[in-house]
């Protein structure tokens, strides 16, 4: 989903187009749609993609799982049955990604394709959608989704394709059979939902977009900046990331509400964790709970002895970074994760736990999901590390400040105007996190629950209205694209 004319239009052609048409029509219409902007967002290749996957997962779940039989046979199939589209849905993820990244290693000039095909757009999301189906079907614990077009809307519905939230079937499917008795236009339904739809639009436009020109200009010259100016960008990167994700979600989130359907929430004030557990708890949430409930629960968890449970942790973060992108650069990261995990977990009864929470805990987390950040965000190892060795004062032959200095009149690209509206926003989106972890909650949240609706009315049009005078444009091309697409 980009965030461009044509998208807002084609959401407010879909949801008057919805709210006029039968009880009956409206399930038809969220799938036509979609379908529709998959085709022209995700082209040709990504719409027969997700489409195959999705008649693959739904065909599996009606001929393997939609049976009483209960004997050690069907039991038996029924597992072999799992075993199979697992494997067969892991290898056109991990083989779409990794397949090109192999090839490059060998001197093929292949990067980025399969055949000369793209990597389809959202493809980890609604892969790893359909494999939370299978094992849930596996498990017992769901019942085959029988209805064709509730499943297909699930796997593929518009604002949630590219980057998710990772939904799960029941949770999703359960609240398409009211659609026939939602009332669009209701006053609430749009406040709520334009409360996640603007705050969205203030972290996407008005922090990451402005900051991700700094982040870009520091990482396209390293060699030539100072520590200082590389510093700051790996700081504002963790902030651009965090901004353009949440900012994602929030908007996706605000879509949804329109239609009457609640995605799950995939942040919740991360930056605010007081240690690298708490952070993989309210980052990325949905992704969090597919690896513990899919991956670490089933590999023994914390049941069998504090090796294993550090063994499984690492091999959960291995996945997550192979999960994000090919390359050791993305390996590394995850590897870092789970060294984090397991360290806070050896500390957190020791003399040193006071490391592991409050404020001293906060900062220290953000400075090691920062480090982090650093090999998420570099093309190489090889880039990563001249990255690091240049913030370390002393290691290079530039001076502190190189690259901070104005040329034409920009710094890192950015004007003193924009250097300013970045400050305010991003200090602004930190005080509203702050309150909001103080009531455990988020800031569309807070607005919702804690404002009467005038001025919940009042503050939302002149945050808009700021949005719109002050946010980060472009046009066509220029448009900046949300970083978790490339996932």
């Not at 991956?295 to 291995?318: A, D």
């Amino acid at each position: 989903m980009l965030l461009q004319f044509t998208t807002i239009c084609f959401v407010l052609i879909t949801i008057t187009v919805f709210a006029l048409s039968p009880g009956k029509l409206r399930r038809y219409i969220l799938l036509v749609s979609s379908i529709i902007y998959i085709g022209i967002e995700g082209e040709c290749a990504g719409l027969v993609t997700v489409l195959f996957i999705t008649f693959l997962t739904w065909g599996a779940g009606m001929c393997f799982f939609n049976r009483e039989d209960t004997s050690g046979r069907s039991r038996d199939m029924r597992k072999a049955a799992a075993v199979f589209m697992v494997i067969l849905l892991s290898g056109i993820l991990f083989g779409w990604k990794y397949l090109p990244w192999a090839a490059l290693q060998l001197g093929m000039n292949v990067s980025g394709t399969v055949f000369g095909i793209a990597i389809p757009i959202g493809l980890s999301f609604y892969t790893f959608q359909a494999i939370s189906y299978v094992l849930d079907l596996q498990g017992g614990r769901i019942l085959p989704e029988k209805s064709f077009i509730d499943f297909a809307i699930y796997m593929t519905w518009f604002p949630k394709w590219m980057s998710g939230p990772i939904e799960r079937a029941p949770d999703f499917t359960s609240q398409l059979k009211f659609q026939g008795n939602i009332r669009t236009f209701s006053f609430k339904r749009i406040t709520w939902a334009a409360s996640y739809f603007v705050w969205g639009l203030v972290m996407k436009l008005m922090v990451a977009d402005k900051v991700a020109i700094a982040v870009d200009a520091a990482y396209s010259e390293i060699p030539s900046m100072g520590s200082a100016a590389l510093i700051l960008a790996a700081f504002l990167y963790s902030i651009q990331i965090y901004c353009d994700f949440a900012g994602y979600t929030n908007v996706a989130i605000g879509i949804s509400k329109l239609f009457g359907l609640d995605l799950t929430q995939n942040f919740k004030t991360p930056y605010m964790a007081e240690n690298i557990t708490d952070f993989w708890r309210r980052w990325h949430i949905t992704l969090s709970s597919f690896l513990r409930d899919y991956i670490y629960i089933p590999l023994g968890g914390n049941r069998k002895g504090s090796f294993r449970k550090h063994l499984n942790t690492i091999v959960v973060f291995l996945i997550c970074g192979m999960w994000h992108g090919a390359g050791l650069s993305f390996i590394v990261w995850g590897l870092l994760h789970a060294s984090f995990n397991i360290v806070t977990a050896l500390t957190k009864k020791t003399r040193m736990s006071f490391l592991t929470r409050g404020k001293t805990g906060r900062a220290l987390t953000f400075l090691l999901v920062t480090i982090a950040w650093i090999f998420f965000r570099a093309d190489s190892l090889t880039i990563a590390a001249g990255f690091i060795r240049g913030m370390i004062p002393g290691l290079s032959a530039n001076g502190v400040f190189t690259g901070l200095s104005a040329e034409n009149g920009l710094v890192l690209g950015l004007s003193a105007m924009d250097w300013w509206i970045a400050v305010i926003s991003i200090t602004s989106i930190a005080v509203f996190d702050a309150f909001a972890f103080a009531k455990d909650s988020i800031p569309p949240m807070i607005m919702n629950e804690k404002i009467s609706d005038t001025r919940r009315i009042v503050l939302l049009s002149v945050i808009l209205s700021l949005v719109l005078v002050f946010g980060e444009y472009g046009a066509g091309d220029e448009i900046r694209k949300f970083v978790y697409m490339n996932f």
